[in-house]
T-cell receptor, first 115, second 115 residues
Framework: ETGVTQTPRHLVMGMTNKKSLKCEQHLGHNAMYWYKQSAKKPLELMFVYSLEERVENNSVPSRFSPECPNSSHLFLHLHTLQPEDSALYLC??????????????FGPGTRLTVL | AQSVTQPDIHITVSEGASLELRCNYSYGATPYLFWYVQSPGQGLQLLLKYFSGDTLVQGIKGFEAEFKRSQSSFNLRKPSVHWSDAAEYFCAVGILTGGGNKLTFGTGTQLKVEL
């Protein structure tokens, strides 16, 4: 595997379910990100992890719970979601401190549908 | 706070024609600027980036972009479009924070290529 991978690629869940999204980066980076991409809206940054510590939480509802067990893996735990949470969830990674404008590399995303 | 405007939601060009996608940004200091492309069902792929130096930046797939400080613009260009360039294009401005590189994205421009 190369780059940033995400599983599953598609997920359908009911509002009472609990599920998790997984992201893995194979680039040796030390920062990871979760974004939400909804139709007609700019990408929304949800969470940022740097050196496995959460450094940013952009007012995301508590029904989304991130976890970063090591620098290569990032999870997004989902519970009691709402239909408006249906979106494409993108994971990205970068090498913090690599220089100005650390470039973020994105995974293919998980298409989430909440029924 | 920084912001990015992509004034064209949709653009249609004929294959072989030239292309220019507009991007304007708002940021108090020298920005770090990016163009990403997203094909249907895929994540974002980096086309090119500007940090400093030469204001004309070359990217992958024959794309280039020019940074114009006086106009707060970073327009993406390609001299001859191929049908495979049909996708959505996102401009982003990045700032370095205490943890990671924070990107602010525009709403995207959907490119359609007519054969």
């Amino acid at each position: 595997e190369t780059g940033v991978t995400q599983t599953p690629r598609h997920l359908v869940m009911g509002m009472t379910n609990k599920k998790s999204l997984k992201c893995e980066q194979h680039l040796g980076h030390n920062a990871m990100y979760w974004y939400k991409q909804s139709a007609k809206k700019p990408l929304e940054l949800m969470f940022v992890y740097s050196l496995e510590e959460r450094v940013e939480n952009n007012s995301v509802p508590s029904r989304f719970s991130p976890e970063c067990p090591n620098s290569s893996h990032l999870f997004l735990h989902l519970h009691t979601l709402q239909p408006e949470d249906s979106a494409l969830y993108l994971c990205a990674s970068s090498q913090e401190g690599a220089g100005a404008g650390d470039t973020q590399y994105f995974g293919p995303g998980t298409r989430l549908t909440v029924l | 706070a920084q912001s990015v405007t992509q004034p064209d939601i949709h653009i249609t060009v004929s294959e072989g024609a030239s292309l220019e996608l507009r991007c304007n940004y708002s940021y108090g200091a020298t920005p770090y600027l990016f163009w990403y492309v997203q094909s249907p069902g895929q994540g974002l792929q980096l086309l090119l980036k500007y940090f400093s130096g030469d204001t004309l930046v070359q990217g992958i797939k024959g794309f280039e972009a020019e940074f114009k400080r006086s106009q707060s613009s970073f327009n993406l260009r390609k001299p001859s479009v191929h049908w495979s360039d049909a996708a959505e294009y996102f401009c982003a401005v990045g700032i370095l924070t205490g943890g990671g590189n924070k990107l602010t994205f525009g709403t995207g421009t959907q490119l359609k290529v007519e054969l």
